[in-house]
């Protein structure tokens, strides 16, 4: 069994940062993708960045530029100038398929998710 554990997560104002963090504990796989989602309720999970076993990185055209993943603990997520339309339940995902996706569907673990939420 894998547990995957989100923190970093809160309430800022417009233009600040935040770094949200996720651990892996339990049965550890050599996990090929790990990335980082978020749902407003309502809305379909949607892909915000991912990272490859062999460093390839992808972001969501919406974060592109203010947001960094990087591999620390198992995943972590550096997000600057932050904009109410950020606001979210950000949700750590890892997966054991080949290939870059943001596709929720290609990813095998979940986290329980942390709120941010971005006040203007």
């Known amino acids: 069994q894998v547990e995957l554990v989100e923190s970093g997560g809160g309430s800022v104002q417009a233009g600040s940062s935040l770094r949200l963090s996720c651990r892996a504990s339990g049965r550890l796989y050599n996990f090929s993708r790990t990335a980082w989602f978020r749902q407003i309720p309502g809305k379909a999970r949607e892909g915000v960045a991912m990272?490859?076993?062999?460093g390839g990185i992808g972001y969501d055209d919406s974060v592109k530029g203010r947001f960094t993943i990087f591999k620390d603990n198992l995943v972590d997520l550096q997000m600057n100038s932050l904009r109410p339309e950020d606001t979210a339940v950000y949700y750590c995902?890892?997966?054991?398929?080949?290939?870059?996706?943001?596709?929720?569907?290609?990813?095998?673990?979940w986290g329980q998710g942390t709120q941010v939420t971005v006040s203007s």
């Open positions: 990272i490859n076993s062999d």
């Open positions: 995902a890892a997966g054991l398929g080949v290939g870059s996706s943001l596709n929720p569907g290609d990813y095998n673990f």
